[in-house]
């Protein structure tokens, strides 16, 4: 579940892979040669500047960021404003993994887009998972949750539900299984009569 740091995105996570290939509207800023074939309505073997097209996010983001904004980008709906504002009037009642099965991760992915619309999408994420946490965390602790419910989380918060009712369900067999009586150990007992001796005494 952790977000590794040590590939961006991870070249070994099959997750950010999936994430990665979620497309991404462009809008070619110069021409680019022999690249013609990508856009099926032209005939010229060339890319023209302004021709829109639609890419994974990691072409849209080589393209937009690390080769001099070769591109515009234009990020997916759910994570503009208007949906925004959705989350923050009530992200608890909002089924996420209808938006994206990987909302988290693309979104961290797209923070980093050379867009007007990227700037708040860190603060969004924060809030949508704070907001919804206490409600997962009650989902993995009642015994009888919906089974349907895994369905309807995205990736990062399915798994920290089941990670709740994993850590929910050891701890119920911990409990039935029971423990053996404490007992105090000699240390504490020869001391408590050293007290007793020196109150005696005294």
Not at 82 to 87: A, D, N, P, Q, S
Not at 112 to 140: G, H, P, V, Y
Request: glycine share 4%.
């Amino acid at each position: 579940m952790a977000y590794s740091c040590s590939y961006s995105p991870d070249y070994f996570s099959i997750v950010d892979i999936l994430a990665t290939e979620e497309r991404i509207s462009c809008k070619f800023q110069v021409n680019v040669p022999r690249l013609g074939y990508l856009d099926v309505s032209s005939e010229s073997q060339d890319l023209k500047s302004g021709t829109k097209l639609e890419l994974p996010f990691w072409a849209a983001y080589d393209l937009n960021v690390l080769h001099g904004s070769i591109v515009n980008v234009d990020i997916p709906k759910v994570y503009k404003d208007g949906y925004r504002e959705i989350l923050n009037a009530d992200a608890c009642a909002v089924t996420l993994s209808k938006w994206n099965h990987f909302y988290y991760e693309l979104g961290m992915h797209l923070r980093k887009l050379k867009n007007r619309d990227c700037e708040n999408i860190t603060e969004c994420l924060l809030q949508a998972f704070k907001s919804r946490f206490r409600l997962i965390m009650d989902w993995a602790q009642n015994p009888i949750s919906d089974p349907t419910l895994c369905t309807q989380l995205p990736r990062m918060e399915r798994l920290l539900f089941l990670s709740g009712k994993k850590s929910k369900i050891q701890l119920n067999d911990w409990l039935k299984w029971g423990v053996g009586s404490i007992e105090s150990s000699e240390t504490a007992v020869n001391l408590k009569k050293r007290k007793r001796t020196d109150c005696e005494l005294n």
